[in-house]
């Protein structure tokens, strides 16, 4: 089976096939750790996550590469402002280090909570300097950078293809419409590859170089890192949407710039969540944690639910109502897969007709540009489906869990120790069904889904389960 992807770069949905199969080089922009990272971030992350699950699923052998954004990356992305991190570290009165630090460590946490895998390679900017120092120097040697102010400046208008993946044409370049102008710039759109002190005086974070004392810019670590991980041509890059009329291109320019020739394959980029039609922002007032979601009473794996619900590529309205629709369809799917999993007794089976036809369906609808929402369905309506043996469902669940990762597969089957009051309860319920008292039978029903039971009545006589 072949992934179809939609590659930014031609707008287009493509076959997915890697450089040299069955290994795959696939780069994500990670955070810029000057703050807790919130859920429109970790929607990216989730959807990269299902990116890579799906390749390893589709047995190639993924190096996923995160970059952690400890310095650089100014308030605006296009060069103007100041220093994120600097700001932060004056704003919590702690050094910027401690600052990447304990943000790098949060947000590991929250991948962890979330169920995302960890990328194999996970590289700090600032552990890089001297490879973006090798990139700005063989930038240099091809002609491709200038000096101003004491910065050194990409110059966009040695490079005919810039633009190319945002599709900006000349004419925007050269009015750069958007973009304020920076006094030291031949082009609006030119970018900062390495910072001296004579436009950051204050900045904590300084090292040697060649053209004195000084920082990165923002862009250039992602080039320098990726290349050094996945080698001049890999395979797939991914960010969110809002990287592409800058970042991205930027990063384009640099390593097409120094190598001459093609860097990535596929640019697969994710669509925002979205709060009372806003972006959500970590600078903006509608940002949330998940940690806020967590003393709201969710799981993030609730989150994660919420998340599957919607395609990558499209807009996703957050609100704490749908959240908890998702919480509710979650409960449920998981107490369908306990009570499958314990009459299954945990065992796969063979597909018969049926079954193999939800697998097909499933695989369909993942390699086609990874549709989540259709994937979802399938897995609802075999859980659902009668026709096929509950081995086949345990199967199902299994298989499709390898993506989704909702943790199905490690769903508890033993049959809860009951408390006396709950068997009490659970006796009275036996005998009011037996008199056809359905009224009082559905009420302590009720009254065990508030202690955290579910029950099912068998042929074997009533299951009862915690509710996961
Ligand atoms: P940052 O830490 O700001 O560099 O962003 C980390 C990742 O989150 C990047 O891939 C961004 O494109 C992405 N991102 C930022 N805001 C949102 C949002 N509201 N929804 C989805 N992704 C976002
Ligand atoms: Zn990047």
């Known amino acids: 089976m072949t992934l179809n992807v939609y590659n930014t770069l031609t707008r287009r949905l493509e076959e997915f096939f890697p450089i040299t199969p069955p290994k795959v080089g696939l780069y994500c922009c990670g955070p810029t750790v000057y703050n807790f990272a919130h859920i429109g971030n970790l929607r990216t992350y989730i959807f990269e996550d299902i990116l890579r699950r799906t ?70 900017a600032t552990d890089h300097i001297g490879d973006m120092i090798a990139l700005i120097l063989r930038l240099e040697e091809k002609g491709l950078t200038y000096t101003s102010g004491g910065n050194i400046y990409f110059d966009i208008g040695k490079l005919p293809g810039y633009g190319v993946l945002a599709l900006l044409d000349r004419q925007e370049l050269k009015a750069g419409a958007r973009i304020e102008v920076d006094q030291g710039k031949k082009n609006p759109h030119d970018f900062v590859l390495w ?67 093609n860097w990535v394959r596929y640019w697969v980029h994710g669509e925002f969540l979205v709060m009372d039609k806003e972006k959500m922002a970590k600078s903006a007032g ?19 639910y919420f998340c599957l619900g919607a ?16 919480k509710n369809a979650r409960a449920n799917l998981m107490e369908k897969a306990a009570a499958i999993k314990m009459e299954a007794r945990g065992e796969l089976s063979p597909l018969g007709t049926k079954a193999k036809k939800y697998l097909e369906e499933f695989r369909t609808h993942l390699c086609t540009d990874l549709n989540m929402p259709r994937v979802l369905s399938v897995l609802w309506n075999a859980v659902k489906d009668t026709a096929i043996t509950v081995r086949e469902k345990w ?15 490690e769903v508890p089957v033993e049959e809860p120790e009951l408390p006396p009051e709950l068997k009490q309860l659970l006796a009275d319920r036996e005998k009011a069904r037996k008199e056809k008292n359905y009224e009082k039978a559905d009420e302590i029903r009720k009254q065990l889904a508030e202690k955290g039971f579910s029950l099912e009545d068998t042929s074997g006589g009533p299951k009862i389960r915690r509710i996961v």
């Not at 296009?78 to 700001?87: C, F, L, S, V």
């Not at 923002?218 to 395979?235: N, P, Q, R």
Request: hydrophobic residues 35%.
């Open 55 to 124: 390749l390893e699923y589709l047995n190639y052998k993924v190096t996923h590469v995160m970059n952690i954004t400890d310095v650089g990356h100014l308030t605006d992305d296009a060069d103007e402002g100041e220093d994120k991190i600097t700001r932060s570290a004056r704003e919590r009165k702690m050094s910027v280090w401690e600052i990447t630090e304990s943000f790098s460590a949060a947000f590991f946490r929250d991948l962890e909570e979330l169920h995302i895998l960890m990328p194999g390679i996970r590289c700090k």
């Open 195 to 261: 910072f001296t002190r004579s436009k950051f005086d204050h900045q904590a974070m300084q090292w040697d170089s060649p053209w004195g004392k000084g920082y990165p810019g923002w862009h250039i670590e992602c080039s320098a890192m990726s290349m050094k991980y996945l080698g001049e041509e890999f395979d797939i890059h991914c960010g969110g949407i809002d990287h592409i009329p800058v970042h991205h291109t930027n990063e384009i320019a640099q390593s097409e710039g120094a190598t001459g020739h």
């Open 286 to 304: 509608n940002f949330i944690t998940l940690e806020k979601i967590k003393q709201q009473g969710f799981e993030p794996l609730d989150y994660r």
């Open 311 to 326: 395609h990558y590529r499209t807009q996703l309205q957050f609100s704490f109502e749908s959240l908890e629709a998702a």
């Open 395 to 409: 199967t199902l669940i299994t298989e499709i869990d390898r993506i989704m990762g909702l943790k199905l597969s």
